[in-house]
């Protein structure tokens, strides 16, 4: 990427930033004036609705003598039945009359306002009469309920197909029941139970003290979680009596004013037939259900069924404990490879520092052998530049030697040439004396070379012994 794109998509990125933020501040705008609308719009209701209940609480006689107190007279026109003219007459001097007279400045509250006032009215009758209704229309509706149900296929059938099927569902419901405050103490028996034959096994194979600890940790981790659990039902059931408490004296205090309507209390009934019918079908057949439960309990079924759910809920308690202990055994194969894995690491490592501390052994070997050659090499130099100043040497000699030959060769040819000249001259004496002179030189001169050459054979043998 360019410095060119990188440029374009850090604008491109701000420009999306800055669109997202004008945009979330427009949203934000309009939320709040919406919500301030018809918060507005809501407070004005609620205070409006909350003055006119106040003006009912009064009454109008003494919000007329309110009224009256200040110079304000409060007026009452009867109407059809449906809306009523309710106005004030204010000023000085104010004289009798309708509320639309001339002269006076009046103020008539809405028909709106007065079914809100109506509406208002009949929900709170509807809710002082509410639980006498309720109590009234539940016993009617039981009554029609119990007949109709009693009344499927003939007296005797009916009840006889409502047995069968409330048989079923209250063996379920006994079941569940007895599991429910059964368990615990079978929970309790079936552990003891695992427990002492895992001990007995764990002892068997020689780990009592291992065996112990994984025991006593399993207890407490149980221990632990039941009194959590303990703790939450309590906690739990404590909440649900409080508020049981409090709605009960709210409920109570709603229900102590009482006003008696037909019409309200009609319409009252005919809703709450159609809310409860459900519920009270539910209370029939409990009611049923608690006949045929105590029918059972008299012909002796209700054992049978204990023995069952004792039976399922200790097959449960083992499934869980053995699906446990086969947690624990995973857990403890987990935790045995975590450990053979660093094991073989740790031995991995250390073939590692072996394979290294070889490598530095054989560099270390190297470098010697390699210095050990170059040792050799110097010294096989060092004999070589000797061999060959001594081969220099030797050459050097012999060629002094040849050169000596060959002018001892000389004086013997000069010395042959002038005893051949002096042989026929008469002093013969004299020349005798100086050819002996001559030749004694050359003896010595030959016994010198003789040394010299001896010196250089001495000093080659030498080398080469080395």
């Given at each position: 990427?360019?410095s060119?794109?990188?440029l374009?998509?850090?604008?491109?990125g701000?420009?999306?930033?800055?669109?997202?933020?004008?945009?979330?501040?427009?949203?934000l705008f309009d939320f709040?004036?919406i919500?301030?609308?018809?918060?507005?719009?809501k407070?004005a209701?609620s205070?409006?609705?909350?003055?006119?209940?106040?003006?009912l609480?009064?009454?109008?006689?003494r919000?007329?003598?309110?009224?009256g107190?200040?110079?304000?007279?409060f007026m009452?026109r009867?109407g059809d039945?449906?809306h009523v003219?309710?106005?004030v007459d204010?000023g000085?001097?104010?004289?009798?009359?309708?509320?639309?007279?001339?002269?006076?400045?009046?103020?008539i509250?809405e028909?709106?306002i007065?079914r809100d006032?109506?509406r208002e009215?009949k929900s709170?009758?509807k809710?002082n009469m509410?639980w006498?209704?309720?109590?009234?229309?539940?016993g009617?509706?039981?009554?029609?309920?119990r007949?109709e149900?009693?009344?499927?296929g003939?007296?005797g059938?009916g009840?006889r197909i409502?047995?069968?099927?409330?048989?079923?569902?209250i063996?379920?419901e006994?079941?569940?029941e007895?599991?429910?405050?059964?368990?615990?103490e079978?929970?309790q028996?079936v552990?003891?139970?695992?427990?002492?034959?895992t001990?007995?096994?764990?002892?068997g194979?020689g780990?009592?003290g291992?065996?112990i600890?994984?025991?006593?940790?399993?207890i407490?981790?149980?221990?632990?979680?039941?009194l959590?659990?303990e703790?939450k039902k309590?906690?739990e059931?404590?909440v649900?009596?409080e508020?049981?408490k409090?709605l009960?004296?709210?409920?109570?205090?709603?229900?102590?004013?009482?006003?008696?309507t037909r019409d309200?209390k009609?319409e009252?009934?005919?809703?709450?037939k159609?809310?409860?019918?459900w519920?009270v079908?539910q209370?029939v057949?409990?009611?049923?259900k608690?006949?045929?439960r105590?029918?059972?309990?008299?012909?002796?079924?209700?054992?049978?069924?204990?023995?069952?759910a004792r039976?399922?809920?200790r097959?449960e308690v083992?499934?869980?404990?053995?699906?446990e202990?086969?947690?624990?055994?995973?857990?403890q194969?987990?935790?045995e490879?975590?450990?053979?894995?660093?094991?073989?690491?740790?031995?991995?490592r250390?073939?590692?520092?072996e394979?290294?501390?070889?490598?530095?052994?054989?560099?270390r070997?190297?470098?010697?052998?390699?210095?050990?050659?170059?040792?050799?090499e110097r010294?096989r130099?060092i004999?070589?530049t000797?061999?060959?100043?001594?081969a220099k040497r030797?050459?050097?000699?012999e060629?002094k030697?040849?050169?000596?030959?060959?002018?001892?060769?000389?004086?013997?040819?000069?010395v042959?040439e002038k005893s051949?000249?002096n042989?026929t001259?008469?002093?013969?004496?004299?020349?005798?004396?100086?050819?002996?002179?001559?030749s004694?030189?050359?003896?010595?001169s030959?016994?010198?070379?003789?040394?010299?050459?001896?010196t250089?054979?001495?000093?080659?043998?030498?080398?080469?012994?080395r």
């Amino acid at each position: 990427m360019t410095s060119h794109d990188h440029l374009i998509g850090i604008s491109l990125g701000i420009a999306a930033t800055i669109f997202a933020c004008v945009a979330a501040t427009i949203a934000l705008f309009d939320f709040c004036r919406i919500s301030y609308g018809s918060g507005f719009k809501k407070g004005a209701e609620s205070e409006r609705e909350r003055v006119v209940q106040q003006l009912l609480r009064l009454g109008p006689r003494r919000l007329g003598r309110i009224c009256g107190d200040v110079g304000v007279r409060f007026m009452v026109r009867e109407g059809d039945g449906e809306h009523v003219g309710v106005g004030v007459d204010v000023g000085d001097g104010v004289k009798g009359g309708d509320y639309e007279g001339e002269g006076e400045d009046v103020r008539i509250i809405e028909e709106e306002i007065i079914r809100d006032i109506k509406r208002e009215l009949k929900s709170e009758l509807k809710k002082n009469m509410e639980w006498e209704v309720k109590q009234e229309v539940r016993g009617e509706l039981k009554r029609e309920i119990r007949e109709e149900m009693v009344g499927k296929g003939g007296d005797g059938e009916g009840i006889r197909i409502i047995k069968e099927e409330l048989t079923r569902e209250i063996k379920k419901e006994l079941k569940s029941e007895l599991k429910k405050n059964m368990e615990w103490e079978v929970r309790q028996e079936v552990r003891k139970e695992l427990k002492a034959e895992t001990r007995e096994r764990m002892v068997g194979k020689g780990g009592d003290g291992e065996g112990i600890r994984i025991i006593k940790e399993e207890i407490i981790r149980e221990i632990k979680k039941e009194l959590r659990s303990e703790i939450k039902k309590k906690l739990e059931w404590e909440v649900r009596q409080e508020v049981r408490k409090e709605l009960k004296a709210t409920i109570r205090e709603e229900m102590v004013k009482e006003e008696n309507t037909r019409d309200i209390k009609r319409e009252l009934k005919s809703e709450l037939k159609k809310n409860m019918e459900w519920e009270v079908r539910q209370e029939v057949r409990g009611d049923l259900k608690r006949e045929i439960r105590e029918e059972m309990g008299r012909n002796g079924v209700q054992g049978l069924l204990v023995v069952e759910a004792r039976r399922d809920i200790r097959e449960e308690v083992r499934r869980e404990m053995e699906r446990e202990r086969q947690r624990e055994r995973e857990r403890q194969m987990e935790r045995e490879r975590e450990m053979e894995r660093e094991r073989q690491m740790e031995r991995e490592r250390e073939m590692e520092r072996e394979r290294q501390m070889e490598r530095e052994r054989n560099i270390r070997n190297t470098e010697i052998e390699r210095e050990r050659q170059r040792q050799m090499e110097r010294e096989r130099n060092i004999r070589n530049t000797e061999i060959e100043r001594e081969a220099k040497r030797t050459a050097s000699k012999e060629r002094k030697e040849r050169e000596m030959e060959d002018r001892i060769r000389e004086v013997e040819r000069k010395v042959e040439e002038k005893s051949g000249e002096n042989l026929t001259q008469e002093n013969g004496n004299g020349n005798e004396s100086e050819s002996e002179s001559e030749s004694e030189s050359v003896t010595g001169s030959e016994e010198v070379m003789m040394t010299e050459t001896t010196t250089t054979e001495s000093v080659i043998a030498r080398t080469r012994l080395r």
